[in-house]
């Protein structure tokens, strides 16, 4: 990127636009804090109710692969992000030819394969889960025994707990295989887990970087339910080791965009890379409450070719996922709500839905974050919140 869009200016006659490839919950708080800024916004999705379409100045409904849906994104936008890792990387590589495109489609790629992804941590430095690639019959039988139990996972195409199949012996890996279709996978060990963690990363063009503090991450059936940044909810070693690999991930894939890399901290105190996304992640909302910068504006800086300064975290957070399972069924009255106004009385929290029409179990609908001055403060507070809405404690 030559020089850097700003906001409110024009560009070839037409006010400064930035393009997202995708129209879910992400796409939405891109576009909200491009809005914000000062730049019009386009989104390319097939969906017509796209939460991030209803809300942009143009919504182009097309296949991410449509070539005339392209042309109209690139004829439209002075840059492009994607709001998902599973935007195809040659649609990604065909707007690249035109604009600039953060991240990647390279990126993006590997980012797509877990066996990619995996031999790019390990070319940067980074420790990783034992695991095997199976692609074929012969490398299944070849498997060690050592690497069992373990976890089969698709290598493409799998997210939030989806394509993954717990095996403990030789058998129960070929029958879950055999389950997968006999797709490319990845098979990694079992190993003891302490808790998890992410770090999210900005990147410029110029090579500048900067990070958010570490998030404590807590998942269920695949699914992050609940995220606490505050100051020692992370040890300061494991820390600093999680930001200097995530930047590490970054510089090796001359990352340009937002990136967040999740780690596994193991009984011991070792710590391993679990998988990137190349985008804003669910672990990084509180971002938007807790923080001088929220991850959405980093990512529309680095978009744009704007300057980026380290974000400060002023406030101690938890974040509670929003899923359609805490939405209580239709009745004769007509569809009900979770108890907003009881949470809402409650210090120091923060609504965030999505715009999303109907909910169903395990469905993003939202988040809430909770801000205080003291981490105490705020698991009292979310607790509270956890109990109002039917989350369970933690």
Known sequence: MSRAILPGSLVNGQ?????????????????????????FTAVLDPDAASPAGRVSHHHIQTDYLDEQGLAQLMQRCAAITTEFENVPA????????????APASDAVAIAQDRA?????????????????????????????????????????????????IRV?????????????KGVPCVLEKMLPLQAECSVIVARGADGQMVNFPVQLNLHREGILAVTSVYEGAVPDDVAAQAVAA????????????????????????????????????????YTMNACDQSQFELQVRTLAGLPLTQPRQHSSAIMLNLLGDLWPQESVKGPSSPAWAAVLALPGTHLHLYGKLSARPGRKMGHLNI????????????LQAAALLGIEAF
């Open 15 to 39: 006010p400064a636009t930035l393009g997202v490839m995708g129209g879910g919950q992400l796409g939405r708080m891109f576009v909200h804090a491009a809005q914000a800024m000062g730049y």
């Open 90 to 101: 040659p649609a990604l590589m065909t707007l690249g030819a035109h604009r600039p495109v």
């Open 116 to 164: 990619a992804e995996k031999a790019h941590f390990v070319r940067c430095g980074v420790p990783v889960a034992p695991h095997a690639v199976i692609e074929t019959p012969a490398q299944l039988a070849a498997v060690s025994e050592d690497l069992l139990p373990g976890i089969l996972k698709t290598a493409r195409m799998g997210y939030d707990g989806k394509g993954q």
């Open 168 to 180: 403990k012996t030789r058998e129960a890996l070929a029958a879950a295989w055999s389950e997968l």
């Open 246 to 285: 995530t930047r590490a991930i970054a510089e090796g894939l001359n990352y340009v965009g937002v990136l967040c890399v999740e780690f596994f901290l193991l009984e011991g105190g070792q710590m391993v890379v679990n998988e990137m996304a190349p985008r804003p992640h669910n672990s990084g909302h």
């Open 371 to 382: 801000t205080g001055p003291t981490p105490e403060a705020v698991r009292a507070t979310a």
